[in-house]
């Protein structure tokens, strides 16, 4: 058993988030989840400037009642791609489209799964952005 639990302390929806993106040369603004634990803070991101007809977004697995995770251990944080591939953060070398699964699983064996998306004609990608505390564990455009 681990002697100093991660445990869930806030789950939110951010907006207009703004986060240096070197990689893209500017700084745009983000919207997504917010999940800070008693040891690290979690941020799911998409850039959410509209250029023409995409339709971008994220959502949850459970987005009627996102508190209900609050005070639950954190046993792990992965990430699954389109074709339901998974990897634990720890282990990201992946290159997906279109939409991007963050796993929050539970020792409880519980799991929240968050999610950006992005539907466009080719042109008009949007960055996302995983983040653990200051750190881009996942950048990528759909």
């Not at 509209?50 to 459970?62: H, I, L, P």
């Not at 519980?110 to 983040?131: F, W």
Request: glycine fraction near 6%; charged fraction near 25%.
């Amino acid at each position: 058993m681990n002697v100093n639990p991660e445990i869930v302390e806030s789950i939110k929806v951010v907006t207009d988030i703004q986060i240096e993106n070197r990689a893209l040369m500017r700084c745009p603004e983000y919207d997504g989840y917010e999940v800070k634990t008693n040891q690290h803070c979690y941020m799911v991101l998409i850039e959410n400037e509209q250029n023409c007809c995409e339709t971008w977004g994220y959502f949850a697995s459970n987005d009627n009642d996102l508190g209900q995770y609050v005070g639950k251990v954190l046993a792990g944080v992965y990430l699954t791609d389109t074709a339901l591939n998974t990897k634990k953060v720890e282990e990201l070398h992946l290159d997906e489209r279109d939409i991007q699964f963050v796993d929050f699983v539970f020792a409880d064996g519980d799991k929240l799964q968050l999610a950006v998306y992005n539907a466009h004609n080719g042109y008009y990608g949007h960055s996302i952005l995983v983040i653990r505390d200051d750190v881009i564990l996942k950048q990528d455009t759909l």
